[in-house]
């Protein structure tokens, strides 16, 4: 297969390719050879990777393709090209969070365990994306590396912190990748790229592996082009894991595990019979900062999900409007105290002592490596963390928030005796333009209102393309459930994009000859 031929998977899915490897129409190392020709060709505008680790893909692809001739049957995406977000662990290669902390020479002795999973699956693993610093932040403006643009406007952001992952998938880069969601950070930019992204019920992935950000509220999940294919990706993720305490059992989760095969067995044209709740706070009147545009995306998608048979009503959460306050004081809480690790001594960074007159003094080494070693961003989440958890304020802010924190899950929780889903708009905006928020961190902290609530009540919840702007810029529909339901979600989603054509639009840089590059 020659690089031109390349632009044909593009334009399927995930899983037809896995067909057509698996069935000998095209070897594996063949795809491969045209996803990092259409990669290396796009990149330079692009700017999704921090790394490219293409040994570890072609030995995987070379695997795929002897397996195939032996006539053995392949684990599910095998031969599949996959991106990883550069916060997850990948044995022989860097991570650096795209933090200078880290990319100073950090490298992983140990894989992820969602790496393993991969790996055992026989996806060729092709590069590692960029995000914003430790996974903070909504426009992957706070790489310390690099700046990855939006596929469908190379002005404006992909969104974030996972902006590598999503923009990557958004270009057709790769079909499929992994991101990490602490407050939005799937969602956010699978809506600003428009893809499909997916946060699953805390607990159904191993977060082992996974560098810790907000420990309570990050789960690592899929981006994908269409619903079945995210599916699949997040069986090939799913399951427990003796490394993560914080997995759960099978017995627990099992209504999130086999959706692939479950997916199948449902009705593809129809949502008869199902509930969807409209949040209130977060449409409508009360919405306050969300764009008309999207406004009236959301508007017809409610419609869609109306004639495709399901019963529209509004739910009231009443404390969304307090998730975004509640998260940063939690998320920042937990950061600190993560963050804590980055000393100089045990990983990357050190800033030594280097004049006669600064005699050597710990302290003052930890201080000057983390003084050198993080950007602002990251330094102000640190700062708040340790404000907000230091005695005489601990009641005051962080019991508040956890107050918050229950009260969000026990709202939640009544909605699900009335509908079976809920849904609302994923971003109050669509991409914007870079500088446009990073000076003000409060508007930034506004992209994730919809998103939020979601990590704080541990639910699962996911965004699928639902419009355009007048700008021809993505929208995105976010859709929660309770916990364990991703399979009614992906239901929803998988009708939805049948009923409609934005999963399949592609973006002008996906759209470039490959072969005149
Ligand atoms: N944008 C949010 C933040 O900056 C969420 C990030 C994330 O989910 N990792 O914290």
């Known amino acids: 297969m020659n690089a031109h031929d390349s632009s044909a998977h593009h334009h399927q899915s995930a899983l037809a390719l896995h067909h057509q490897i698996a069935s000998g129409q095209c070897s594996a190392v063949s795809v491969l050879d045209a996803t990092y020709a259409t990669l290396k060709a796009t990149e330079g505008a692009l700017q999704a990777y921090t790394c490219l680790t293409e040994d570890l893909a072609y030995q995987t692809a070379r695997n795929v393709d002897s397996a195939v001739s032996r006539g053995e049957k392949l684990p599910l995406l095998a031969g599949v090209p996959i991106a990883i977000k550069d916060n997850l662990n990948l044995t022989g290669y860097p991570t650096t969070c795209s933090s200078k902390m880290l990319a100073s020479g950090y490298v992983s002795p140990y894989d992820a365990t969602v790496c393993s999973r991969l790996k055992a699956h026989m996806m060729p693993i092709v590069g590692k994306t960029n995000l914003d610093e430790f996974a903070m932040g ?135 019979g199902l509930r969807v709740g409209v949040i209130a706070e977060l449409s409508g009147e009360q919405a306050e900062g969300f764009e008309p545009d999207v406004m009236a995306a959301f508007e017809a998608s409610v419609n869609t999900l ?20 509640a998260y940063y004081i939690v998320a920042p809480a ?9 000393d100089g001594v045990r990983y990357g960074l050190r800033v ?17 490596t983390r003084a050198a070693g993080f950007g602002s961003e990251v330094k102000r989440r640190i700062m708040l963390g340790t404000f907000a958890l ?33 849904i609302c708009p994923t971003s109050p905006c669509t991409a914007f333009e870079f500088g ?37 810029l993505p929208i995105g529909l976010q859709l929660q459930g309770p916990h364990w339901s991703e399979l009614t979600l992906l239901q929803i989603s998988r009708a939805f994009e049948k009923a409609t054509s934005f999963s399949g639009a592609l973006p002008p840089i996906a759209r470039r000859p490959v072969a005149s590059a």
């Open 306 to 325: 109306k004639s495709l048979g399901a019963t529209i009503s509004t739910i009231s959460i009443p404390s969304v409007k307090y998730g975004v306050a």
């Open 352 to 368: 030594e002592e280097d004049s006669a007159d600064r005699p050597a003094n710990l302290h003052r080494m930890f201080r000057e």
């Open 436 to 472: 446009s928020k990073s000076s003000d961190p409060i508007q930034m902290y506004l992209s994730d209102v919809a998103t939020i609530p979601v990590n704080l009540a541990g639910i699962p919840a996911l965004s699928i393309p639902c419009g355009f702007d007048h700008q021809g």
């Open 138 to 272: 909504s426009s992957t403006e706070n790489s310390a590396l690099l700046k990855t643009k939006n596929p469908w406007d190379l002005n404006r952001v992909p969104g974030g912190s996972s902006g590598g992952s999503a923009a990557t998938v958004g270009a057709r880069q790769v079909l499929l990748s992994l991101g990490s969601d602490t407050g939005g950070s799937i969602r956010q930019p699978a809506a600003l790229c428009g893809v499909v992204g997916i946060k699953p019920t805390y607990g159904l992935v191993s977060r082992y592996g996974l560098v810790a950000f907000a420990s309570s509220l990050d789960q690592i999940g899929p981006f994908a082009t269409t619903a079945e294919d995210a599916a699949a990706l997040l069986d090939v993720l799913s399951g427990q894991d003796a490394m993560d305490a914080t997995s759960k059992p099978e017995s627990m989760s099992s209504h999130a595990l086999n959706l692939s095969q479950k997916l199948l067995e449902l009705p593809a044209d129809t949502l008869k």
């Open 334 to 342: 937990e950061a600190s105290s993560n963050l804590a690790r980055y």
């Open 390 to 422: 230091s005695a005489g304020y601990y009641d005051a802010y962080y019991g508040k928030a956890q107050q918050v924190r229950e009260l969000l899950r026990h709202e939640f929780n009544t909605a699900w005796q009335q509908v079976d889903a809920l």
